[in-house]
């Protein structure tokens, strides 16, 4: 059996390569940019009037004159206008090019406006005031953002922005999550008394859905045979496959001898960790399959402290570990890393980690009251209060 540590270590050195492919700007949302984004103008585009109100040339201000002629106009979409006069103003709207010849904007809040004159009513007005500068946030052909960021709402206009209509990000992997057992039922049928709704692929469907990895569902019964006869399909067909139960010590089993009878190749079996210490992992050629315990906890504990991290990694991009604050003593006799299931309180900027203790392993009613996990090690029995562990959230 290998430590939690080990677990991690080669599984991500089993990375899945992704390719690239263009899609529609609008649907990049949360995918994982692999191309890096260059700006093709500077940002502003131009001298661009950050408030409206008046445009003037600030020398003539700093000669005391305070009363001005409106010599025209320049709204938002004009050509840029020229200030002819020193002893005139221009009216200028937010978002238009600043007029040639004017360097200050004065806001009409610090106006008097009548018929064709303007009266500057405040005497502190600084030399290229209300103007956004061109290239001030950025210059043309600077890397706006790189490849390998997450893209989100603050990515997304500043790609449209640069007339991006398509993006190229990497290819998700073709993903199978796989429910095993006799019990389970779908969620639409009204299961009989030995029976139960099949609930571990909808919360692995829902991890996955960040990603925008839309998985394919199977099932596979008890059945060494029926087993057989189905997987060799699904895993010829996918990239990743994730399956839930069949992988302890149970009589019926039969998945890990038979992902091997298919070329799939064991890279551990068991993790020195609770929950979820019959967890098993292999590969195959750019493939990868997690065969997770199916105790629901265990299903979603492995999902977000193993295929999460590792599927980020896989796709170049960066996870970032958090620690959280042990609020009470805990103690744990047993010699594996155990993953306490925790609420988070922020106070004051610190996280504190409250235990919500729950019915085990089986016990996924008490994962709604819950934030993630705390990672307490494996050799350490007595954790105490005011202590900093690795803290897995699975509310992004
Ligand atoms: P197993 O790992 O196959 O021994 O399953 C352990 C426990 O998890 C059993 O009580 C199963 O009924 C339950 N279980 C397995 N798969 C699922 C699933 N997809 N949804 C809900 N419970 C499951
Ligand atoms: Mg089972």
Redesign the pocket.
Known sequence: MISTSEATSIIQQNLWKPSSELIPLLTSNNRILAENIVSDRDFPAFDRVAMDGIAIAHESFEKGMRVFGIEGLQAAGMPQQKLSSVSNCIEVMTGAMLPSGADTVIRYEDLKISDKRVEILSNSIQKGGSIHRQGNDSKKNNQLISKGTIISSAEIPLMASVGKTTVEVCTLPRTAII???D??VNIDENPQPHQ??????YALAAGLSRFGIEAHFFHLTDHEESIRKNLQTILSNHDLIII?????K?KF?FIPDSLEAFGIKKQFHQVKQRPGK?MWFGTGENKMVFAL????VS?FMCFYQYIEPWLLKSLGAPYLPVKAILESDFTFDLPLTYFLQVKIKNEGGRFLAISIPGGGS?DFVNLKDTDGFLELPEGQFNFKKGEAFNFISFRK
């Open positions: 429910s095993t057992g019990e389970l139960i709704r099949k609930s571990n692929v839930s139960g069949g992988v302890s149970g089993d019959p315990p199916g105790n629901p299903t089986g």
